[in-house]
């Protein structure tokens, strides 16, 4: 299947991030390139890209993208997890060593080729093997599901999708999980039916939230994202714009706490009078409230419905 996906929030990104001729970009989550090569357009002729996505299909996608465009290119197939020690291992330069990026991007979450490409098992809307590795290395859905807990599994349901009975289905999945019934997206979707109930017309199949919380469990998402935004700072030159976008209440609090913190960063008790913790602000927030799709883009793009957007301006 030729990769596909419309990139959101398009020119919300360019109106935040303001590239210009050259810039130093950096882009934590590739895809196909659609911010990338817009950005890409706007910061030559001088400027430089770097690009990251755990995901082979992506790199080959965004990879074709761009070398149309004659930039400074450096691609690296890793999770961001891992930004810190890739950067300095493919020789860049953080702040403090005179380096850093001006335009930096993160778009959380999933490309829409990674969703309808059935072979890599993040829909049950065909039978396929149960995968949801974005990284199409490592532990597959199945061979996690074999080896969690209920226990550990009822707390993945429940924290990162809220489902009520996680408790009584984290059971009931670890059962076919363990008697080899669970190999495939159909069969995980059924069992979620026999405990949340069937699908209804007009409201979203009882497997969606379920599949959700897995896919986040089988990434690790939130440890990549908590480790890319404790690191980012002293990847940032003076000046730098930060514009993250999530789709999942639970990244969009990482993102809005970490802008707070950098923006007021001060820890002593609001009773003392003076400051002694030192601690000092490193920017500004952009975007006092998160930015969402338009309507109009809604109608274009309806996977950009839970989409919201956040900037930052680094001193
Ligand atoms: C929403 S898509 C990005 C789309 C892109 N902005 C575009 O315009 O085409 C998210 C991409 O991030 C990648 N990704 C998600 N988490 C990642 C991580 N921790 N490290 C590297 N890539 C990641 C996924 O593989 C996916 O290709």
């Known amino acids: 299947m030729e990769f596909h996906h419309i990139p959101v929030l398009l020119d919300d990104v360019l109106s935040v ?23 890409a357009q706007r910061i030559l002729p001088s400027g430089s890209l770097v690009g990251f996505d755990r995901d082979p299909d992506a790199q080959r996608a965004a990879q074709a993208k761009l070398a149309l465009f004659d930039i400074p290119s450096t691609f690296i197939q890793e999770s961001f997890l891992d930004m810190d020690v890739s950067l300095r291992q493919h020789g860049f330069q953080d702040r403090e060593q005179g380096g850093g990026f001006d335009l930096i991007l993160a778009d959380f979450g999933l490309s829409s080729h990674q969703i309808d490409e059935p072979s890599r098992g993040f829909s049950f809307l065909t039978e396929a093997p149960l995968d949801m590795r974005m990284s199409q290395s490592g532990q597959t859905a199945a061979e996690f599901l074999q080896t969690t807990t209920p226990a550990a599994l009822a707390d993945i349901l429940y924290q990162y999708s809220d489902i009520r009975q996680s408790r009584a289905l984290a059971r009931r999945i670890c059962e076919r999980a ?12 059924d069992v979620c039916c026999t405990i949340l109930g069937y699908p209804r017309p007009g409201h979203p199949h009882p497997a969606t939230r379920v599949f959700q919380a897995i896919r986040i469990a ?14 980012i700072p002293k990847w940032t030159r003076p000046g730098a714009r930060l514009a993250i976008i999530t789709f999942h209440s639970g990244e969009d609090r990482r993102v809005k706490e970490a802008m707070k913190s950098w923006q007021h960063p001060c820890t002593c008790p609001p009773k003392l009078p003076v400051c002694v913790c030192h601690k000092l602000p490193i920017g500004q927030t952009i975007t006092r409230k998160p930015i969402e799709a338009s309507p109009q883009e809604l109608t274009q793009n309806s996977r950009a419905r839970s989409a919201k957007l956040r900037a930052f301006l680094f001193k």
């Open 17 to 39: 991030l303001t590239p210009s001729p050259g810039d130093r970009y950096l882009d934590l989550t590739l895809g196909g390139a659609g911010h990338a090569s817009a950005i």
């Open 178 to 189: 363990a008697d080899g019934q669970l190999t495939t997206t159909t069969q995980l979707a």
């Open 218 to 231: 089988v990434n690790k998402e939130f440890d990549a994202i908590d480790a890319f935004l404790r690191d």
